[in-house]
């Protein structure tokens, strides 16, 4: 799962800003979508972490009529998978972390 799929399912950076500034201007906080996506590429299954499944399929659906609510519902499974990551690695032994630093090509 990562923010490549953000772009793939979302549309380019005007999209993603305009779906953001639409969300900013939410009540805040903002509630809990309820949708339990799981972004990975399309047609190509396979999760190695916070879960080792090779076969496992993304999950878009069901998908709003609204775009800000699915893009929110997907940053909301992005976030949920990270700190499944870090409960994974505090189960293994490893200490919480204290800063959070991310880098990547999505």
């Not at 953001?20 to 509630?31: F, G, W």
């Not at 979508?33 to 499944?53: I, K, W």
């Not at 076969?55 to 929110?72: G, H, I, M, Q, W």
């Not at 870090?86 to 032994?93: E, I, Q, S, V």
């Amino acid at each position: 799962a990562g923010a490549a799929c953000l772009r793939a399912e979302v549309g380019d950076d005007a999209t993603l800003a305009r779906l953001t500034d639409e969300l900013m201007a939410r009540p805040s906080p903002l509630p809990r979508t309820g949708l339990a996506y799981y972004p990975l590429p399309r047609g190509r299954p396979g999760e190695r972490f916070p879960v080792s499944d090779a076969s496992k399929p993304p999950v878009y659906e069901p998908r709003p009529d609204d775009d800000a609510t699915f893009f929110l519902g997907l940053l909301e499974s992005l976030s949920d998978i990270e700190a499944d990551g870090y409960a994974a690695l505090r189960r293994l032994g490893a200490p919480a972390p204290r800063r959070i630093l991310t880098a990547g090509g999505g």
